[in-house]
Nanobody, 128 residues
Framework: QVQLVESGGGLVQAGGSLRLSCAAS?????????????MGWFRQGPGKEREFVAS???????DYTDSVKGRFTISRDNANTMVYLQMSSLKPEDTAIYYC?????????????????WGQGTQVTVSS
């Protein structure tokens, strides 16, 4: 089992930046076992379905949805079992609850069903 806890959300003006953090823990989670998980960030805006934002594979390869490319950066710190989402040039349409997710698959991609573990989410609100 893997527990994920997001933090770093808040209220920011359009054009601003935020850095989301996701802390992974678990009774059987080691630095090695965390390093082989693929990690993802998803978001659910008001009245919208939850959608893929970014992912980082065990190899370090990253993927992003088109709407955040060039503005968001996903990264991981395996030694501390952390995943981050640096968000810049934020827009009101980025307002959403942001969720961290973990997958033991090599290539889960943007498919939510491929991620077995989810955090509770952190709210990001971008004002215009």
């Amino acid at each position: 089992q893997v527990q994920l806890v997001e933090s770093g959300g808040g209220l920011v003006q359009a054009g601003g930046s935020l850095r989301l953090s996701c802390a992974a823990s678990g009774r059987t989670l080691s630095i090695y076992s965390f390093s082989i998980y693929s990690m993802g960030w998803f978001r659910q805006g008001p009245g919208k379905e939850r959608e893929f934002v970014a992912s980082i594979r065990r190899s370090g390869t990253t993927d992003y949805t088109d709407s955040v490319k060039g503005r968001f950066t996903i990264s991981r710190d395996n030694a501390n079992t952390m995943v981050y989402l640096q968000m810049s040039s934020l827009k009101p349409e980025d307002t959403a609850i942001y969720y961290c997710a973990a997958s033991n698959l090599v290539l889960p991609g943007p498919l939510q069903g491929k991620y077995a573990y989810w955090g509770q989410g952190t709210q990001v609100t971008v004002s215009s």
